[in-house]
């Protein structure tokens, strides 16, 4: 088996060309350098050194050695984490849902350490499905999902409603029947009465309603139920809704850009050229959000994750009133 020694034998070996040299760098005598030279060359199944008149290195043998050397800086490297890491004592792993704003995700994720708890935070980004799956499983402590999940088990704080915008291409048409028209990007601005149709899409010039625009949505598997609520919502108005998956807010808001498609996000400042924001109030299209963890694994990393839920709680709900 090759080993961290044979690694450090060989590079050793070749910086001092000498075995007495290399042996004492290495911290061995010199019969077990060679022998553990010899091994190592078996095992590659070439010839590192030419021993005649001096200790040289092989062709074969000067390819290696920058395999060998990085190979032995990614071990220090391991080393040194596994030791930062036990030095730093207590974790508190921390999932978040891709469509929790950039601004607020921070704001979460800092929100433990500015209350005072000394663990060292770390977060992932993962669709609600795999979210769910790792609080389950222990590799995360708590994490910020979309609501209805099925949570299978798993603790969960209140929900909390983010606003959301819709944003559609500069210049689309109001659907017939609508009270105004599109006006200009705004964070503030509500939506029309014809909020539905607008999200359903519908785009052209002077006022009429021509082709429907579908709404970029992230993929369903990653949050089955939640997808299926913000459809059915946007169905309620008896209107047929067509969609086209995206892998990200930022793929959709390029749709848009291109007059391609509408998108509702709960990021107040997503925006692009030639791309009109509108509040989503009619029909409402709210984020919905939940603190989810597993009570059966308590203690772990987070002595009271209840009380940490509900810290997290209230920085969603600080985001969701500004």
């Given at each position: 088996m090759l080993t961290e020694r044979h690694l450090e034998i060989f590079v050793a070996l070749a910086e001092e060309e000498h075995f007495g040299a290399a042996a004492q760098r290495v911290g061995i005598t010199q019969p077990p350098l060679s022998q553990g030279l010899r091994r190592l060359e078996a095992l590659l199944g070439v010839r590192l050194f030419e021993r005649e008149r001096g200790v040289f290195l092989t062709e074969e043998g000067a390819l290696l050695l920058p395999h060998a050397r990085r190979a032995l800086a990614?071990?220090?490297?391991?080393?040194?984490?596994?030791?930062?890491?036990?030095?730093?004592?207590?974790?508190?792993?921390?999932?978040?849902?891709?469509?929790?704003?950039?601004?607020?995700?921070?704001?979460?994720?800092?929100?433990?350490?500015?209350?005072?708890?000394?663990?060292?935070?770390?977060?992932?980004?993962?669709?609600?499905?795999?979210?769910?799956?790792?609080?389950?499983?222990?590799?995360?402590?708590?994490?910020?999902?979309?609501?209805?999940?099925?949570?299978?088990?798993?603790?969960?704080?209140?929900?909390?409603?983010?606003?959301?915008?819709?944003?559609?291409?500069?210049?689309?048409?109001?659907?017939?029947?609508?009270?105004?028209?599109?006006?200009?990007?705004?964070?503030?601005?509500?939506?029309?009465?014809?909020g539905a149709a607008e999200v359903g899409g519908t785009a052209g010039a002077g006022g009429a309603a021509v082709r429907r625009l579908p709404v970029a949505v992230r993929p369903r598997g990653e949050a089955p139920a939640a997808h299926d609520l913000f459809v059915d919502t946007l169905a309620s108005r008896g209107r047929r809704v067509e969609t086209v998956v995206v892998a990200d807010e930022r793929a959709g808001l390029?749709?848009?850009?291109?007059?391609?498609?509408?998108?509702?996000?709960?990021?107040?400042?997503?925006?692009?050229?030639?791309?009109?924001?509108?509040?989503?109030?009619?029909?409402?299209?709210?984020?919905?959000?939940?603190?989810?963890?597993?009570?059966?694994?308590?203690?772990?990393?987070?002595?009271?994750?209840?009380?940490?839920?509900?810290?997290?709680?209230?920085?969603?709900?600080?985001?969701?009133?500004?």
């Amino acid at each position: 088996m090759l080993t961290e020694r044979h690694l450090e034998i060989f590079v050793a070996l070749a910086e001092e060309e000498h075995f007495g040299a290399a042996a004492q760098r290495v911290g061995i005598t010199q019969p077990p350098l060679s022998q553990g030279l010899r091994r190592l060359e078996a095992l590659l199944g070439v010839r590192l050194f030419e021993r005649e008149r001096g200790v040289f290195l092989t062709e074969e043998g000067a390819l290696l050695l920058p395999h060998a050397r990085r190979a032995l800086a990614a071990l220090a490297e391991l080393r040194e984490t596994g030791a930062r890491e036990h030095a730093d004592g207590r974790r508190l792993r921390l999932g978040l849902a891709p469509e929790v704003p950039a601004p607020l995700a921070a704001d979460v994720a800092a929100a433990p350490v500015r209350a005072g708890d000394r663990a060292r935070i770390s977060t992932v980004t993962a669709p609600t499905a795999s979210l769910l799956s790792d609080v389950a499983s222990g590799r995360l402590d708590l994490a910020v999902v979309r609501h209805p999940s099925v949570l299978h088990g798993l603790a969960a704080g209140q929900v909390i409603l983010l606003p959301t915008w819709i944003l559609t291409p500069a210049g689309s048409a109001t659907p017939a029947g609508s009270a105004t028209p599109a006006g200009p990007a705004g964070p503030d601005r509500p939506a029309d009465s014809g909020g539905a149709a607008e999200v359903g899409g519908t785009a052209g010039a002077g006022g009429a309603a021509v082709r429907r625009l579908p709404v970029a949505v992230r993929p369903r598997g990653e949050a089955p139920a939640a997808h299926d609520l913000f459809v059915d919502t946007l169905a309620s108005r008896g209107r047929r809704v067509e969609t086209v998956v995206v892998a990200d807010e930022r793929a959709g808001l390029a749709l848009v850009a291109a007059g391609q498609a509408v998108l509702v996000t709960a990021d107040e400042t997503l925006t692009a050229s030639r791309v009109e924001r509108r509040r989503a109030t009619d029909p409402p299209l709210p984020l919905r959000l939940r603190v989810v963890w597993n009570p059966r694994r308590s203690g772990a990393a987070s002595e009271d994750p209840a009380a940490t839920a509900r810290l997290l709680e209230n920085v969603l709900a600080e985001g969701a009133a500004r």
